[in-house]
């Protein structure tokens, strides 16, 4: 599976921006799909998750009522919208896919087993 994340950018406090997360394969439907996120000199840190069918999701106390995950298995594509954006939201941010296994919407990094490459949000005051 690879993926292809994109639409971070530079945003004003306050601000919104939607990021996209491509990916390749056939059986996307079934993949739990995640976002996380890594500031410089700190971990990654989970952000959001979404079962397969896209009806069950899972955030970050520090993005629920902020952030908005999404997918259109249709387009093989899962978003993140973001709202109400603040500096504490820089960061570089990663999309990941868990292919196999047990399902469910996990915050460890380590129950993904693909990434995206990252791309970049930066939030100024």
């Known amino acids: 599976v690879q993926l292809q994340a994109s639409g971070g950018g530079l945003v004003q406090a306050g601000g919104s921006l939607r990021l996209s997360c491509s990916a390749s394969?056939?059986?996307?439907?079934?993949?739990?799909m995640g976002w996380f996120r890594q500031a410089p000199g700190k971990e990654r840190e989970f952000v959001a998750a979404?079962?397969?069918?896209?009806?069950?999701?899972k955030y970050a106390d520090s993005v629920k009522g902020r952030f908005t995950i999404s997918r259109d298995n249709a387009k093989n594509t899962v978003y993140l919208q973001m709202n109400s954006l603040q500096p504490e939201d820089t960061a570089v941010y990663y999309c990941?896919?868990?292919?196999w296994g047990l399902g469910g919407l996990f915050s460890r990094p380590n129950a993904y087993d693909a990434w995206g490459q990252g791309t970049q949000v930066t939030v100024s005051s």
């Open positions: 990941a896919a868990r292919t």
């Open positions: 394969g056939r059986t996307f439907s079934s993949y739990y």
């Open positions: 979404i079962n397969g069918g896209g009806g069950s999701t």
